[in-house]
């Protein structure tokens, strides 16, 4: 049981890097209401991917590895949960946002949007992204040893 939720947290997690990728690639291309449509579709994927990720991440945590007082004592895996919390937190930003378009997309119109808007949005999603990177990192150091 331990192999099988550790091979669905890192899968998770790579599902979460693709969907923020995919986020990125669409907000560099022009505003349609497909991508305003696929934008929301795949926020809405996002989200439910890092909920997932979490509580297979706390199951892992509590039940199928070391335990609870291993990894609180692990500055690696609280600097690696910290982020996620940043990431998390982040990312209500341009949830937010997308959800404003729903109502131009459900009338048929491509939401108006600015383009300092789609520069902020891609700003926000590259440091997402980059905080899931160290996250890596984090999980990398974390399963070399504990980082004291």
Same mark, same amino acid.
């Given at each position: 049981?331990?192999?099988?939720?550790? %091979?669905?947290?890192?899968?998770?997690? /790579?599902?979460?890097?693709?969907?923020?990728?995919?986020?990125?690639?669409?907000?560099?291309?022009?505003?349609?209401?497909?991508?305003?449509?696929?934008?929301?579709?795949?926020?809405?994927?996002?989200?439910?991917?890092?909920?997932?990720?979490?509580?297979?991440? %706390?199951?892992?945590?509590? %039940? %199928?590895?070391?335990?609870?007082?291993?990894?609180?004592?692990?500055?690696? #895996?609280?600097?690696? #949960?910290?982020?996620?919390?940043? /990431?998390?937190?982040?990312?209500? *930003?341009?949830?937010?946002? #997308?959800?404003?378009?729903?109502?131009?997309?459900?009338?048929?119109? /491509?939401?108006? /949007?600015?383009?300092?808007?789609?520069?902020?949005?891609?700003?926000? *999603?590259?440091?997402?992204?980059?905080?899931?990177?160290?996250?890596?990192?984090?999980?990398?150091?974390?399963?070399?040893?504990?980082?004291?």
């Amino acid at each position: 049981m331990t192999v099988t939720f550790a %091979f669905l947290h890192h899968l998770l997690f /790579v599902a979460l890097f693709v969907t923020l990728s995919i986020e990125m690639v669409l907000l560099r291309q022009t505003l349609t209401i497909e991508n305003t449509r696929r934008l929301l579709a795949v926020d809405g994927i996002y989200g439910a991917t890092a909920g997932a990720l979490l509580v297979v991440g %706390f199951l892992r945590v509590f %039940f %199928f590895e070391k335990g609870f007082a291993y990894y609180w004592a692990s500055h690696a #895996f609280l600097t690696k #949960f910290g982020i996620f919390v940043l /990431v998390g937190i982040l990312s209500i *930003i341009p949830t937010v946002e #997308f959800l404003k378009w729903r109502k131009s997309v459900r009338e048929g119109k /491509v939401p108006d /949007v600015a383009p300092a808007t789609i520069q902020k949005l891609r700003k926000i *999603i590259h440091w997402e992204l980059t905080g899931l990177a160290l996250i890596l990192f984090f999980a990398a150091w974390m399963a070399k040893g504990r980082f004291y």
